[in-house]
């Protein structure tokens, strides 16, 4: 058998050393796009809490949606759950309150409110609150509130929110996770 005689010169070296480092390039500029598209999407993550603000003596309570992330955070839907019905908040004209009051009428004598849709769209900005039901200013309203939101809180009154970030990334908070869970 014969030998292959490999005839090196000095142009088929720095031929092949041109495409070694051209691949090399290549490489390194595939794994730094990744890590820039990863990120991206760090930062743009929202981050979104449902909050509660309880003050007696100023007779104010108020429920909001803050937004504890690096980007905005875009409603999907808010689905309300009782007795292990679920409810989505479009029935009510995305609002909490009508919600309620469907729940425990007496809710429908509070006067002193102000209250926020919850539509599909809404886009909170990071690191920013958004209101959705304040009572403020009424004692009566107050504690006829709080005593019915604690009162169908034990009875079994959930809610899931689903929302996203402008990448499209979903994910859904509810009282009964410790925080976002992305969903998909």
């Known amino acids: 058998m014969g030998k292959i005689k490999f005839n090196w010169n000095l ?21 730094q796009t990744n890590l820039m598209s990863k990120q991206n999407y760090l930062s743009i993550l929202p981050y979104i809490q449902v909050s509660t603000s309880n003050n007696p003596a100023d ?5 909001r949606l803050l937004n504890h992330g690096v980007g905005p955070a875009i409603i999907e839907s ?11 908040l479009t029935d009510h004209n995305n609002e909490i309150l009508p919600y309620l009051i469907s729940l425990d009428p007496t809710l429908d004598s509070i006067q ?10 809404i886009a909170i900005p990071a690191n920013s609150a958004y209101s959705f039901l304040e009572v403020k200013n009424s004692q009566k309203d107050y504690n006829l509130l709080t005593s019915a939101l604690f009162r169908l809180e034990e009875q079994g009154l959930d ?21 976002p869970v992305k969903l998909d």
């Open 11 to 31: 142009e088929k070296i720095l031929g092949i050393s041109a495409m070694s480092i051209s691949f090399i390039t290549l490489v390194i500029f595939i794994y």
């Open 59 to 63: 007779n104010s309570f108020s429920l």
């Open 78 to 88: 808010v689905t309300m759950i009782y007795d292990g019905k679920p409810t989505d």
């Open 112 to 121: 002193n409110y102000s209250i926020a849709t919850l539509n599909k769209g």
């Open 159 to 179: 809610y899931k929110i689903v929302y996203r970030s402008i990448q499209n990334e979903r994910w859904m908070v509810s009282n009964t996770s410790d925080g």
